[in-house]
């Protein structure tokens, strides 16, 4: 089992119309990669006897923020990829994002991603980041099994 964890071993790509990247790997900030669910998976209703009746959502949609360094060249990739595919509705939503620790076993793949928005452009002082976000339709994850072959 891992005990030890480190960004660099955070594996991630993205596929879809208009380009085949990968994420990890010149550029990405400190801040790194986040990947979080829309909604709770689960809500409940008590009773006014005391009685409670748990609803279960089937929703795995979600959102992943990719932050890079102000210089790293993947925003320009990114943003070839972002004009291809909101300049029709035949390719925007089609994206494939995964997110891999192998060192840790941590496995993440989101389905169905379209760019949000372009990042916002902050030109202050210091250099700072670009975050990218992206919604996805569909989010598998397995957190830390600790088994290196996923």
């Known amino acids: 089992m891992a005990s030890t964890y480190s960004f660099a071993d955070v594996l991630c790509a993205i596929t879809g119309p208009g380009g085949n990247l990968s994420l990890s790997e010149g550029g990405v900030a400190d801040e790194g990669i986040t990947v979080e669910m829309n909604d709770d998976k689960s809500s409940m209703v008590p009773g006014a006897d005391g009685s409670w009746m748990h609803s279960l959502h089937v929703s795995n ?4 923020v990719l932050r890079l360094l ?12 972002y004009n291809y595919q909101t300049a029709s509705s035949a390719n925007h939503g089609r994206n494939l994002i995964s997110v891999r620790n192998p060192a840790v076993g941590m496995s993440i793949t989101c389905e169905g991603c379209a760019f949000k928005k372009l990042p916002p ?9 670009n975050e990218w976000a992206f ?13 290196p072959s996923l």
């Open 61 to 64: 949609s979600g959102r992943v």
């Open 70 to 81: 102000k210089t790293s060249e993947l925003n320009q990739r990114l943003t070839v990829m």
């Open 135 to 147: 919604d996805s339709g569909r989010i598998t994850q397995v957190l830390g099994s600790g088994d």
């Open 121 to 129: 452009n902050v030109n202050a002082k210091d250099g700072g980041t």
